[in-house]
C-alpha cells in the first residue's frame, strides 16, 4: 500500500502541472484584465496605462509571466493581489479553513441524512417509504442551492422576522456561535450531496442484499441488524466513498455561491471579487489550492477502499 500511495502522490505533480497550464490560459481568456478595471475605477491612472502594466507584471509575455508564476508557486508563494497588494497565501490561510470547514460539515450532513435513508429505501423496496425516499432524492437533486438559499434567508424574514445572522464568528472565537453560523448554509449545501448519495447507497444495498454470502449469513442465524451493519453496509460502502469523493467538486462549487449568500468570508466570496476585478493572481491560487485538494481527496478515497474490503491489495 506504501509504494501504491507514493506513485499516487508523484502524480500529482503532472497533474498540477497541467493544472497551472489551464488556470492561467482560462484566466487570459477573460474578457478585460486588472488594468482595465483599476483604470475604470480611478480615471486619474489613465495616462499611466504602461507604468501600471509594468508595475503589476502584465507587460511582460505570456509565456514569461507564466514561468514567473510557476516559479514563485514552487517556492509556494503564490504572488499579491493586483488590487489589494496583499499577499495571496496570506490571504488563504485566512479564509481556506472557513471554506474547508463549511465543505466538510455539509459532507457530513449529506452522509448523516442520505445512508439511512438510501439503507430503509433499499430494505422496504418498492413500497411506500421506497417510494416517498426516492421521490425526495429527486427532488433534491432538482432544486438549485441558490435559490433554496435565497429563500431560506428570504422567507423565514417574511413570515417569522427571522433571517440567519449576517456576520461570520470565527470557531477559534465561539465554537457555538461559529456551528449556528455554518449549520444553515451547511444543510443547504448538504442536499444535491444528499440526493445522489441516497439514490447510490440504495442501489448498492439492494445488489448486496442479493448476494450468496448475505443469504448464508441469514441462514446462519444472524440477526437483521448483523447482516446489514456488518456484512450488506460494508461491502456497499465503496461505491458510496467513490462518489463522496466525486462530489468534492460539487461541494466546492456550491460553496461559491453559498459564502455570497450567507456573507461567510471563505474562499468562493474572495474567489468571485477577485474575478470581477480580474485579480489574476488571486483567481490563480484559490483555483490551484480547490484542484489540490480535489485530487488529494481523491487519492485518499481510493487508499480507503482497502479498509472495507480486505480483499482489496494495493501493487
Known sequence: MGAYALRRLLMVVPTLFGVTIVLFS??????????????????????????????L???????????VWVGDVAHL?????LQTKR???????????VTFELGLLAI????CISIPIGVLSALKQDS?????????????????????GTLVITLPAIWWKWTPSPTYT?????????????????TILAIALSGTLMRVTRTEMINVMRQDYVRTARAKGL?????????????????????????????IGGSVILENIFTIPGTGRYLLEAISRRDYPVIQGINLLLATTVILVNIVVDLSYGLFDPRIRYN
Do not use: C
Open 26 to 55: 482560462l484566466v487570459r481568456l477573460l474578457p478585460g484584465d486588472a488594468v482595465s478595471q483599476i483604470l475604470g475605477e480611478y480615471p486619474g491612472y489613465a495616462s499611466d496605462e504602461s507604468a501600471l502594466r509594468k508595475e
Open 57 to 67: 507584471g502584465l507587460d511582460k509575455p505570456l509565456l514569461q509571466q507564466y514561468v
Open 77 to 81: 508563494d503564490m504572488g499579491s493581489s
Open 87 to 97: 499577499p495571496v497565501l496570506d490571504e488563504l490561510r485566512a479564509r481556506a479553513p
Open 108 to 111: 457530513l450532513i449529506g452522509i
Open 128 to 148: 411506500m417509504p421506497d417510494y416517498i425516499a426516492r421521490t425526495l432524492s429527486v427532488g433534491m437533486l432538482a432544486i438549485p442551492g441558490f435559490w433554496l
Open 170 to 186: 470565527r470557531f477559534t472565537e465561539d465554537p457555538l456561535t461559529n456551528i449556528q453560523n455554518m449549520l444553515v448554509p451547511a
Open 223 to 251: 440477526g437483521s441488524r448483523v447482516v446489514i451493519i456488518r456484512h450488506s453496509l460494508r461491502n456497499a460502502f465503496i461505491p458510496v466513498i467513490t462518489v463522496v469523493g466525486l462530489q468534492v467538486p460539487v461541494v
